[in-house]
């Protein structure tokens, strides 16, 4: 019996997870987002409890992240775009972030009665990294 993901190109979707993974550390960051994210989630950064377990969150987001590119390659591959260039990328990765991700986030966020700032960073950061995501994998031959 052979593997069933044999057809996936696993180097790139590991690149793909470790520029989701950085694009993280630059949106999350004082450059981009960082202000206002603390604002809207009231966290006490001077709290020491408050850097406990980033080993654990760092980790674990990075799988996730691994995860949802094969997913990202499952569908490339399915739908025959793997290896077709940037632009097919760029339409995956704004279906997978827009469809699949930033909208379940949106509706987390209507019920818990979530800052829209909020929404349009997370949101943001999973369309944006889901599309940095797709590029890769279907430049990849």
């Given at each position: 019996m052979t593997n069933p993901f044999d057809y996936l190109n696993w180097l790139a979707i590991l690149v793909a997870a470790l520029a989701y993974f950085m694009l993280g550390a630059l949106w999350y960051s004082k450059v981009l987002f960082a202000n206002r994210w603390i604002a809207d989630l009231?966290?006490?950064?001077?709290?020491p409890d408050a850097k406990k377990g980033m080993g654990m969150m760092f980790g674990g987001s990075f799988v996730l992240m691994f995860v949802q590119c094969v997913a990202i390659a499952i569908i490339a591959e399915r739908i025959?775009?793997?290896g077709d260039g940037w632009m097919s990328g760029l339409k995956l990765g704004l279906v997978t972030g827009g469809c699949l991700c930033a909208t379940p986030v949106g509706v987390n966020y209507l019920y818990e009665k979530k800052p829209f700032?909020?929404?349009l960073i997370n949101g943001g950061y999973a369309l944006v990294g889901?599309?940095?995501?797709?590029?890769?994998i279907c430049c990849w031959k």
């Open positions: 009231k966290l006490d950064v001077n709290n025959g775009i793997r700032s909020l929404f889901n599309i940095i995501a797709a590029i890769i």
